[in-house]
């Protein structure tokens, strides 16, 4: 027989031709698919001679279009270096059925790894082959194929002795090739392995049927290998139950499985099971909490003003917290439960075996406040966090997984809402309220690209001559089934969704077009917008705002932003640098709802804003309460001191208004002077504004 594709050519024969008697068709190709080798079997079933088969490729045999798969495999295996081991369809071109075949195919390489062609054995499903008693023929052909193959092929008689091994098994037991012809697997890995291995031979032998299974051994260096094996029966000369396996390694393979199921469960970042592993974990607690009828609680924990930590230090020092308290979580010995990281910063400890129920539940609650409220460690430094927890309880209020996480998230939002830092046991009214707060989301994240957005605008009177100068733009929500609805109903959900800049955005957008129409009519008037923590922050604020200016090429002196004083305490130093380049655009900065916060007069001095407003607080008890009267004079005198002018909001009554103005107030805002209004009426109360003061001035 001739050897083709670089095989080599010699015609000294070394092994016997055994496969001639295997019960199964075995053959080797080229990567053109050429066949280089087939066994008798082979022959029969193309109904050709020898030398009628090899340098032809399947198509000579068999109809291409109708066996697809076995085309597809044999390019994976040439390909890709794949192994396959599954069923393939072939119709051969002289008959009109086709045949179904289990197949096992593996690439060939040569010295240097290149894959030159596809080794296969095949057995017809359904069909035992006949035994043979042809004679064993040596073959170096075969033998080099078989040395090549990326496999382990072996012949057992049926005491076990090895009668053939290629290059491959010998290597794998550490023997030369002629060393294990004559042993058997007692002699070469001793009794408790091989009487692994000989179940799967014993099964072959006693049914004279094909067999497939997992088996694992130990190499010389003592480690575990796994292999999927196929044995199969064959008859040979003075071995009557003969048996001939083909296994590949597939230790690799399990351990990427194993690697790959773990991924599955734990979360990367922190190493806590991630939310697959929490279900199935609570799952499994939920039916032994019910067959020892114990209480389960499902306490859930959300890290507060996460979102700010990441804008502000980086996501880097927020994967480091989260790091840090996975570690609480995990190393409190006193928490007998079990810890995952459910989503971004929110993770939940499951606690199952509650003797107290309820009452160990919060007592539980509490102790995890407090861990996590210890300080963190940043760039050695010692950092404050607070969490907000929500604790469900099974089966009170709930008797599945689902069930139970949403509950648990549903207090932990009412946590939130009560003030952060604190826990909450889960109620029946707070289903309702986290019903109601989804559909809200639901609605929000959709409010913006259905254009359901409006700014109102109220104005801001001169104390000195009662003339308007400026108003401050409020959106209003026209959310469709509930009518209009003030931001406190939906600007913290904004918040929390991270949707605030967006929003921002485009109240900045739309203020810089009104301020441009009302300039068309000749109405100079300025607005005053919001900003939210996340929007000053933002590293491209400036430019964005600089892009709206020249959009609708207006000056930047027609545009205030107020901030609050508590987002300047937050990180006052950040504060300074991002108001300061607001403030070289040309932007009028202001501080609004001033003298709520603490120590900021520290910063007041430093802070590069031109105005401060008065909280409402102070002004609705000015006529009244000596002290808010004594309190607002001492800020206006001090904001004067260091030339800043002032804004008081909430002016409600003419007492109020003559007391500021007495006080030497600068600007009035309120319902006195007139309540928000949406565009087209804050348009007709400027123009009639701007007539009363053109009346005035020609008088």
């Known amino acids: 027989m001739k050897a083709e594709s670089g095989l080599g050519e010699d015609t000294t024969i070394k092994l016997h031709s055994l496969f001639d008697a295997v019960g199964a068709y075995v053959y080797a190709k080229d990567r053109s698919g050429r066949y280089l080798y087939v066994n008798k079997a082979?022959?029969?079933?193309?109904?050709?001679?020898?030398?009628?088969?090899?340098?032809?490729?399947?198509?000579?045999?068999?109809?291409i279009s109708l066996s697809a798969g076995l085309v597809r495999n044999d390019r994976h295996v040439i390909e890709y270096g794949a192994e396959v081991h599954e069923e393939e369809q072939m119709l051969l071109l002289h008959e009109s059925r086709p045949r179904s075949f289990w197949t096992i195919k593996v690439p060939i390489r040569d010295a240097s790894n290149n894959i030159i062609g596809l080794s296969g054995i095949s057995s017809e499903l359904d069909n035992i082959y006949a035994n043979t008693s042809d004679a064993i023929r040596h073959n170096r052909l075969l033998n080099t194929i078989l040395s090549n193959v990326d496999a382990y092929i072996y012949v057992k008689g049926a005491d076990g002795t090895y009668l053939y091994a290629n290059q491959q098994v010998s290597s794998l037991y550490g023997q030369n090739n002629d060393d294990v012809i004559g042993l058997n697997d007692i002699d070469i890995h001793g009794p408790e392995v091989a009487e692994r291995l000989m179940k799967l031979d014993r099964r072959v032998l006693d049914s004279q049927q094909r067999q497939a299974s997992e088996e694992v051994l130990l190499d010389p260096s003592g480690a575990a290998r796994h292999f999927w094996s196929v044995k199969m029966p064959i008859s040979l000369p003075g071995h009557p139950n003969a048996l001939?396996?083909?296994?590949?390694?597939?230790?690799?393979?399990?351990?990427?499985?194993?690697?790959?199921?773990?991924?599955?469960?734990?979360?990367?970042?922190?190493?806590?099971?991630?939310?697959?592993?929490?279900?199935?974990?609570?799952?499994?607690k939920i039916s032994a909490a019910d067959?020892?009828?114990?209480?389960?609680?499902?306490?859930?924990?959300?890290?507060?003003?996460?979102?700010?930590?990441?804008?502000?230090?980086g996501h880097a020092a927020g994967d480091d917290i989260l790091r840090q308290t996975a570690q609480r979580l995990e190393t409190a010995n006193w928490l007998n439960g079990h810890p995952a990281r459910l989503v971004g910063n929110t993770f939940v400890v499951v606690l199952p075996n509650l003797a107290a129920g309820a009452g160990d539940a919060a007592s539980m609650a509490e102790r995890i406040r407090l861990l996590i409220g210890m300080p963190y460690v940043l760039n050695n430094q010692?950092?404050?966090?607070?969490?907000?927890?929500?604790?469900?309880?099974?089966?009170?209020?709930?008797?599945?997984?689902?069930?139970?996480?949403?509950?648990?998230?549903?207090?932990?939002?009412h946590a939130k809402e009560l003030g952060r830092d604190r826990w909450c046991l889960y109620s029946s009214s707070l289903g309702a309220a986290v019903s109601e707060r989804l559909d809200l989301e639901r609605d929000l994240r959709a409010a913006l690209a259905a254009n359901q957005f409006e700014l109102y605008y109220q104005p801001k009177i001169s104390?000195?001559?009662?003339?308007?100068?400026?108003?401050?733009?409020?959106?209003?929500?026209?959310?469709?089934?509930?009518?209009?609805?003030?931001?406190?109903?939906?600007?913290?959900?904004?918040?929390?969704?991270?949707?605030?800049?967006?929003?921002?955005d485009w109240v900045i957008?739309?203020?810089?077009?009104?301020?441009?129409?009302?300039?068309?009519e000749g109405l100079a008037i300025s607005i005053a917008v919001n900003l939210s923590p996340a929007q000053l922050v933002e590293r491209t604020l400036v430019d964005r705002v600089a892009g709206f200016l020249e959009r609708y090429?207006?000056?930047?002196?027609?545009?205030?932003?107020?901030?609050?004083?508590?987002?300047?305490?937050?990180?006052?130093?950040?504060?300074?640098v991002h108001l300061q380049r607001l403030?070289?655009?040309?932007?009028?900065?202001?501080?609004?709802?001033?003298?709520?916060?603490?120590?900021?007069?520290?910063?007041?001095?430093?802070?590069?804003?031109?105005?401060?407003k008065l909280d409402r607080s102070f002004i609705q008890q000015i006529a009244t309460d000596p002290r808010e009267a004594d309190l607002c004079a001492g800020i206006i005198a001090l904001a004067h001191k260091l030339g800043l002018s002032v804004v008081a909001e909430g002016v409600e009554t003419i007492e109020q208004k003559q007391i500021l103005a007495a006080m030497d107030c600068d600007l009035f805002q309120g319902y006195l002077f007139s309540k928000p209004l949406p565009g087209n009426e804050a348009t007709r109360y400027l123009r009639a504004q701007a007539q009363i003061t053109e009346a005035a001035q020609l008088v």
Request: hydrophobic letters at 45%; one cysteine or more; glycine letters at 6%.
């Open 583 to 612: 403030r070289n655009l040309g932007i009028t900065l202001s501080i609004d709802d001033f003298g709520t916060g603490y120590s900021s007069m520290a910063y007041l001095k430093r802070l590069p804003v031109n105005r401060i």
């Open 244 to 284: 001939i396996g083909f296994s590949s390694d597939i230790t690799e393979l399990l351990t990427l499985r194993q690697d790959i199921a773990l991924a599955k469960t734990i979360d990367p970042l922190t190493g806590l099971f991630n939310r697959d592993a929490l279900e199935d974990i609570l799952n499994r």
């Open 291 to 313: 067959q020892r009828a114990d209480t389960l609680a499902v306490i859930m924990l959300n890290l507060d003003q996460f979102k700010y930590l990441n804008n502000t230090l």
């Open 509 to 520: 957008d739309r203020a810089c077009e009104q301020v441009a129409n009302w300039a068309r």
């Open 382 to 413: 010692p950092f404050h966090l607070t969490a907000s927890l929500g604790v469900s309880l099974y089966p009170e209020d709930a008797d599945h997984a689902q069930a139970l996480l949403a509950n648990a998230e549903s207090a932990m939002y």
């Open 553 to 576: 090429r207006i000056g930047a002196d027609m545009i205030h932003m107020e901030v609050t004083e508590s987002m300047m305490l937050n990180d006052p130093e950040e504060a300074i």
């Open 463 to 504: 104390a000195r001559n009662g003339q308007t100068v400026g108003v401050e733009a409020l959106i209003r929500w026209d959310r469709p089934g509930y009518g209009m609805m003030a931001p406190d109903r939906f600007i913290p959900l904004a918040e929390q969704l991270g949707l605030i800049v967006q929003i921002g």
């Open 42 to 63: 082979v022959c029969d079933l193309y109904q050709r001679p020898l030398e009628d088969i090899l340098g032809h490729d399947d198509s000579t045999f068999m109809d």
